[in-house]
């Protein structure tokens, strides 16, 4: 059994970890709590619904037509809102992101409804693809961590090892020494927003097979996923990943061995301790600002 419950929180741990990379990105790029970011993953996954179900796409091309989907949106979000933020701060930069949440809410709601639906990918839960007498292995558990692995991957890739990925982490430590030495920091920003979108998405559509697709599939996903960020470190982007599976793991031995109604309440019980002892989180530096 205790097998079993390792997979499981294997496996939620990799969803939990994508939500949070896709919040620590953006916060390590401009300090923005992006709270529509779970919003942002639902619309995109109802793009990936109507290329599949509507359209009649292969699942491939869909997927690709959603990525491609979800990094304008998040690039028009940040070209049109967030840098046209007069005299901004973070105060008023957290109610764009939460109006800009409540915008895809209802545009959600106005076009496809309440109405909860199913949602069908090419790796099953129903599928298993492994099996032992104490562990079971489904398609989509598999695909949820093979996914999750690869964008981890892609993401450590771009950052270390292209000029894309140095001009960010450059806008990111100093954005007027960056703009001194040529580095379009604004364009630069609008990216880290557009690939924040695209792993958020992916995060949407590895959420829906196992939920129900409907306009506020995310709103659980992205609170463990905003704990799963303050338990690594919001600026540390391994220290989100690991953040996200250890809070797969506690969640999980939490609803086994004591009680599965109050499952959800680990998240907020993690945020809290974990910004009264440590708020920087367990991988990310506390800086004190001396006057």
């Known amino acids: 059994m205790i097998s079993q419950l390792l997979v499981n929180a294997l496996v939620a741990g990799s969803i939990y970890a994508l939500i949070a990379l896709s919040m620590s990105i953006i916060y390590k790029a401009s300090e923005i709590p992006n709270f529509a970011q779970g919003e942002m993953a639902m619309f995109s996954t109802y793009i990936t619904f109507i290329l599949l179900s509507v359209l009649g796409w292969p699942f491939l091309y869909a997927l690709a037509g959603t990525l491609v989907f979800a990094f304008c949106l998040g690039f028009l979000f940040e070209f049109i809102f967030i840098r046209r933020a007069k005299e901004p701060n973070l105060l008023g930069f957290i109610i764009i992101t939460l109006g800009f949440q409540m915008v895809l809410y209802g545009l959600a709601g106005w076009k496809w409804g309440s109405d909860q639906r199913t949602f069908s990918l090419p790796f099953s839960e129903s599928e298993v693809v492994f099996q032992t007498e104490s562990v079971v292995l489904t398609e989509h558990n598999l695909a949820s961590i093979v996914l999750a692995i690869l964008v981890m991957a892609g993401l450590y890739l771009l950052l270390e090892h292209t000029n894309l990925g140095l001009a960010m982490k450059a806008s990111?430590?100093?954005?007027?020494?960056?703009?001194?030495?040529?580095?379009?920091?604004?364009?630069?920003?609008?990216?880290?927003?557009?690939?924040?979108?695209?792993?958020?998405a992916i995060a949407g559509v590895l959420v829906a097979p196992i939920s129900t697709l409907d306009p506020s599939m995310m709103w659980d996903p992205l609170l463990k996923g905003f704990a799963a960020a303050v338990l690594g470190g919001m600026k540390s982007l391994h220290g989100v990943v690991i953040g996200g599976l250890l809070l797969g793991l506690v969640e999980n031995l939490f609803g086994f061995y004591i009680s599965l109604e109050f499952k959800s309440i680990v998240a907020f019980a993690i945020i809290m301790l974990v910004l009264f002892i440590k708020p920087s989180g367990l991988f990310d530096k506390h800086y004190v600002r001396k006057v």
């Open 172 to 200: 990111q430590q100093n954005v007027r020494a960056a703009k001194f030495n040529g580095i379009p920091t604004n364009r630069i920003l609008g990216i880290s927003f557009g690939i924040s979108s695209i792993v958020g």
